[in-house]
């Protein structure tokens, strides 16, 4: 994303000295070191610090690009104390607000702030209001400025205390720097050290010009998440208008709306009629079963206007309408992983969201057999479990399929215009409202209750027409 991009690129201009003004009335940065070296020593004599091994000299090839004259490269080490946490035993916490906060690790971070969710009264290990709390091994970079007063902090995590300084200027530096500090923790289980973070080089303003630096992050950084939160919503949008426009295109195209009426075509009744005569062929050749008279369609039933030669009907009229065999992994193994000639087997799993079937999938049902098969032309689709009413394919060839894929055969009909109807918002509404059970599913009697609008069969074959051609425009618009 552009905001991405444009926050780094403000980071990195701010560190180096590129975003604000340096100013001859600024303080010397060696003025600022010397007043932490005698606060540390102060605290060493104290017995607050332990004095800890001289940090090496900077050398000219560490140096990674050109900082302000009135600037110092430094060791992180020179100007923070460094709190290594320690973890707790389950016994010696707890999740009812008793305590002080533990903080164990990168899932108490979100965006920069805390999360906090476990309390104990055996703190060891603590950081203080206004320490950087940076996770250091597991999830590397997670990082937030402590706004409690004090908090235990589990070995996963180091608190960077500034002795003098603004806090926030070494927040943002860190911030630039996470990706840098990811990849020095190469391993299983990647980790940081506190050698590493003490030996970091850092360069340091003088105390005025770290004010003005983090006051100008602010003011850019805010202006940059409001950018980054539009991106994301406009992201959003490009990812779901596809989607959206197939949607209103199938219920247009279903309400009669994306093509021309025409007054040569056939009247719809005969085609009804047509379907009438065939099945009751079929009936007496005994290749389907006669089946009970569905209710009349009521005026309440009708969700909207349709074309005066399109006619209301149950998808049932029009079509077979039937689920398939269910087949269990040690059947699969033993009886059809080694069927080379027959019907390819068609699962849940082998129906996409994208309409797609996987046909060779490594399971044959011989051609000689009981189980139930959807022909060339039938529309497939999911109608129980979690993909119910979202899978849908259509069939290039005859197969074998599950039981919990229905297979919608049409009848005289054009057949991709069923394929088309029962992904149109009418449809799948009406499958919604209809599914029953825990894991959700709509019986068969319920599917061939179903109302669709019928057009005259050269209607439906230019509405499939034009659909073939625009709903492939829009596959070309998804964003993955």
């Not at 050398?59 to 104390?81: H, Q, S, Y």
């Not at 004010?211 to 409001?226: G, M, P, T, Y």
């Not at 993909?387 to 599950?402: M, P, Y």
């Amino acid at each position: 994303m552009l905001a991405d991009k444009l926050r780094k690129s403000v980071l990195q201009s701010a560190i180096q000295g590129k975003l604000t003004e340096q100013l001859a009335t600024d303080d010397k940065v060696e003025d600022l070191l010397q007043a932490i070296k005698e606060e540390k020593e102060l605290l060493i004599k104290e017995k607050k610090i332990k004095k800890q091994k001289p940090l090496p000299e900077i050398t000219e090839d560490e140096i990674p690009f050109a900082i302000p004259e009135n600037w110092k490269w430094v060791r992180l080490g020179e100007v923070i104390e460094l709190i290594s946490g320690r973890d707790l035993v389950k016994d010696k916490y707890n999740n009812n607000c008793e305590g002080i906060p533990y903080i164990t690790g990168a899932s108490n971070f979100n965006n920069n702030n805390l999360i906090i969710d476990r309390w104990t009264n055996e703190a060891t290990s603590i950081a203080i209001k206004n320490d950087i709390l940076l996770t250091c091994k597991g999830t590397i970079g997670e990082i937030a400025v402590l706004k409690e007063n004090k908090v235990h902090i589990a070995r996963q995590i180091m608190s960077i205390r500034l002795l003098q300084g603004n806090i926030e200027y070494i927040k943002w530096y860190i911030i630039s720097q996470i990706d840098k500090l990811k990849s020095m923790g190469k391993s299983i289980i990647p980790g940081i050290s506190r050698e590493m973070i003490l030996n970091y080089l850092i360069p340091l303003p003088p105390l005025a010009e770290q004010k003005r630096i983090v006051e100008k992050l602010d003011n850019v950084l805010a202006n940059i998440d409001e950018l980054k939160a539009n991106e994301e919503k406009l992201s959003i949008l490009q990812k779901n208008f596809p989607d959206k426009l197939k949607k209103s295109i199938l219920q247009s195209a279903i309400q009669g709306k994306l093509t021309e009426q025409l007054a040569t075509d056939d009247n719809v009744e005969d085609l009804l009629q047509a379907i009438k005569e065939e099945k009751e062929r079929l009936i007496k050749e005994k290749k389907i079963k006669k089946q009970k008279t569905l209710p009349e369609i009521t005026e309440e039933e009708i969700p909207f206007t349709i074309p005066e030669n399109w006619k209301w009907i149950r998808i049932n009229d029009v079509s077979s309408i039937y689920t398939g065999n269910s087949i269990n992994a040690k059947e699969k193994e033993l009886k059809y992983s080694n069927v080379k000639q027959g019907y390819n087997y068609i699962a849940t799993k082998d129906v996409d969201f994208n309409n797609c079937i996987l046909y060779e999938n490594g399971v044959k049902i011989p051609f000689e057999t009981n189980f139930k098969i959807a022909k060339k032309g039938a529309t497939l689709m999911c109608i129980e479990g979690g993909s119910a009413g979202r899978k849908v394919g259509f069939l290039k060839e005859d197969v074998c399929f599950g039981n919990k894929l229905c297979s919608f055969n049409p009848m005289k009909i054009y057949d991709r215009y069923i394929f088309y109807v029962v992904q149109a918002p009418l449809f799948i509404n009406n499958f919604k409202i209809n599914m029953t059970g825990i894991i959700g599913g709509v019986s068969i009697n319920k599917l061939k209750m179903i109302l669709i609008p019928l057009p005259p069969l050269a209607e439906q074959k230019r509405i499939v027409e034009k659909l073939d051609k625009l709903l492939a425009d829009i596959e070309e618009l998804k964003i993955e």
